[in-house]
């Protein structure tokens, strides 16, 4: 359960920042979240859907603890993500496009190296660490190292790495941004296997595709605002235009409009 | 603590299949400084026994008198003596290299140095004989000159004692170790205070920067372990890389000496300087030194790390750090100059200090004062260091600057 109060997120700008940014932002900070509240239920898949830029993952990175939020609360699980930190992280995944793994380690030093630091004891890593690796298909190339293995590989491992201490809140930031299509089709079953599990899921991406198929509950940010915040069979009920990239954009000028 | 062993073990693991941290924390200490200064030994060696068999190729224009150089010259070592008819001969002869040097004793020359009047020869060369042949040559003349002086002294039966009536005799009382120490000392801490940064800065780079690039430091801050848990694990990893290479720089001068030493030839020289460095080896002396390791390697593993997490990329990294060098190798060798002393303001300035503090202690002349404030200084600044680079770290801004 990830429960988010109200939060906003205020950046202050450098000097070159604010150059790079010109007449539209003078002044000294930039708010990337602006009073943004929602609720992700376990068992369900709560979507984040916004253009580059728009605040997902900010919010993202406020959920997993990497930021504090400047106003609001973020609960997860029971426990707030400012001052209950470590307990957040201990029942949290995160997963990005980006790899991010350790050229010079092996799958099984990858997996035993986080499932140590999220406190597990070494016959648990190793029975989950099983699992994971029959379930992904890990086992032929555990004790290579990752620097020359393919993206899809890589992916692979990336997960067994985020689902180690199997946590029962799932994080993932633009998951396939930058995969081909099998490596993404193992992300997206991923997702599904964690709704089955009846963990809290939430996914953040640009592309209605995904929406269409993995989406329980849906929420649009853009600028930095939520525009919408509810159950995705809804807001598909109640567009105005024929496809969801035409709904998404509708929505999108409306927003733009109203805070010119 | 449990985290940050992990974290110190992987990171630890990780850069020791660095190719390029290995490089520069062991390879080159350890083999390629042996190398080199045992080359320059043996060039060195090689160039002496050169000039040792080195031969000047010498013509005499007489002009019918100057019998005393002839026979005098005759005797000298390294000569190969010849006639040469008159100057634009000889001229000739030393422009086409067909001898090194010419001279021209003018008519009268030897009445004059009978009469004790003033007179002069002329010795003609180009500027661009090597070395061993201008040295030759001045030693000719200076010899010459001696043997004109002291055959006249003979001939008016004064004493040659006259030429220097009290002879200053020097005594040394300083000890070998410190004598050498002072010569050699300053040397050592150069290389040890460099292999130190060296040491630190590679590893703090990948370990940082490198890992913002690659995206996996994001995966480490949503694990349970705390940011300072992270922050300890890596300074710990940065601090031993440092210290390795320190300690790898300091063995890699006791392998070349050792090496040296072994060659007959340059046995006797570097006798003293095996005796200083295993006086280095004396527990209470690696005591002193690793006082100094300790704090200088916290010092600059939390400022490569706190520049090295600042920076977005491996690349921009490395140019913040890069240029810092400057600042260790300047008063480093200002440390090795003459007269620059240990004392109580010198032990206040960060890498300055560091450099004096261990020429001392390796000459064994540290004044127990000075020292100490050293070591307070030390960790003093590694401890302001230490606290800045941890808010450095702590700090969302810079961590997820990118």
């Known amino acids: ?260 | 603590m449990k985290n940050i062993i992990t974290i110190f073990k992987k990171e630890l693991k990780d850069i020791m299949r660095d190719k390029r941290t290995l490089t520069v924390m062991l390879l080159i200490p350890l083999v390629l400084y042996p190398a080199i200064f045992v080359g320059i030994s043996k060039y060195m060696s090689g160039q002496s026994e050169k000039a040792q068999s080195e031969t000047v190729r010498l013509g005499i224009i007489t002009n019918g008198n100057a019998d005393h150089f002839a026979q005098f010259i005759a005797n000298m070592p390294n000569t190969r003596v010849s006639d040469v008819a008159d100057t634009t001969l000889a001229k000739e002869m030393i422009l086409n290299d067909s001898i090194d040097v010419v001279y021209f004793f003018p008519a009268g020359y030897d009445s004059a140095l009978a009469k004790l009047e003033p007179t002069q020869f002329n010795y003609f060369f180009t500027s661009t004989n090597n070395e061993f042949e201008v040295g030759i040559i001045e030693n000719i003349n200076k010899v010459y000159k001696e043997s004109l002086v002291k055959e006249k002294l003979k001939d008016k039966q004064i004493p040659e004692t006259i030429l220097e009536p009290a002879t200053p005799v020097s005594r040394n009382l300083a000890s070998s170790r410190e004598q050498i120490g002072s010569i050699i000392g300053g040397i050592l801490p150069y290389f040890f205070i460099i292999f130190c940064m060296i040491g630190c800065m590679y590893p703090a780079i990948d370990l940082a920067a490198g890992e913002k690039e690659r995206g996996s430091l994001e995966t480490l801050l949503v694990s349970s372990a705390s940011r300072l848990e992270i922050y300890v694990g890596k300074l710990l990893t940065v601090t031993l890389s440092g210290f390795t290479s320190a300690v790898a720089s300091i063995v890699g001068i006791i392998i070349s000496a050792k090496i040296i030493g072994s060659d007959p030839s340059q046995a006797a020289g570097m006798a003293q300087i095996l005796d200083l460095l295993n006086g280095i080896m004396e527990p209470g002396s690696i005591i002193q030194m690793l006082l100094v390791l300790l704090p200088l390697n916290i010092f600059f593993a939390a400022v490569t790390l706190m520049l090295s997490i600042y920076a977005r990329t491996f690349k921009e990294a490395q140019s913040m750090i890069t240029p810092l060098m400057i600042f260790i190798v300047f008063p480093t060798i200002f440390g090795m100059l003459p007269g620059v002393r240990l004392d109580y303001g010198t032990a206040l300035v960060p890498i300055l200090n560091v450099s004096l503090g261990t020429k001392e202690i390796i000459s064994g002349t540290a004044q127990t004062g000075p020292l100490l404030l050293t070591y307070a200084a030390l960790f003093i600044y590694a401890a302001i260091a230490l606290i800045l680079s941890v808010r450095f770290f702590n700090n969302e801004k810079n961590i997820l600057r990118g």
């Open chain 1, 1 to 260: 359960m990830i429960e988010v109060k109200d939060i906003s997120k205020t950046f202050s700008l450098s000097k070159q920042q604010r150059k790079e940014l010109g007449k539209e932002n003078s002044g000294s900070t930039v708010q990337a979240v602006r009073n943004v509240s929602f609720n992700c239920e376990p068992g369900r898949v709560f979507t984040l859907l916004g253009p580059n830029g728009a605040g997902k993952t900010t919010t993202l990175r406020m959920i997993a603890t990497i930021l504090k939020p400047s106003t609001g609360s973020i609960v997860v699980n029971g426990f707030d993500t400012v001052a209950q930190g470590e307990q957040v992280r201990r029942s949290l995944g995160f997963l990005t496009g980006s790899t991010g793994l350790y050229d010079r380690l092996t799958p099984n030093e990858t997996i035993d190296y986080f499932g140590r630091l999220n406190g597990m004891d070494e016959k648990t890593i190793k029975e989950r660490k099983k699992y994971l690796f029959d379930l992904l298909g890990i086992n032929s190339f555990a004790d290579r190292r990752v620097g020359k293995f393919s993206t899809g590989m890589k992916q692979k491992v990336s997960i067994a790495r985020t689902m180690i201490h199997d946590p029962q809140v799932v994080v993932f930031d633009e998951p396939t941004s930058g995969l081909d299509v099998i490596a993404a089709k193992s992300i997206i079953e991923l997702i599904r296997q964690c709704k089955r599990d009846n963990k809290t899921v939430i996914f953040s991406t640009h592309i209605m595709s995904e929406v269409n198929m993995l989406a329980d509950d849906l929420a649009i940010i853009h600028k930095g605002d939520l525009i919408y915040n509810g159950l995705f069979e809804t807001f598909r009920s109640n567009m105005r235009e024929q496809t969801l990239e035409d709904e998404f954009i509708r929505i999108a000028v409306e927003h733009e409009q109203s805070i010119a």
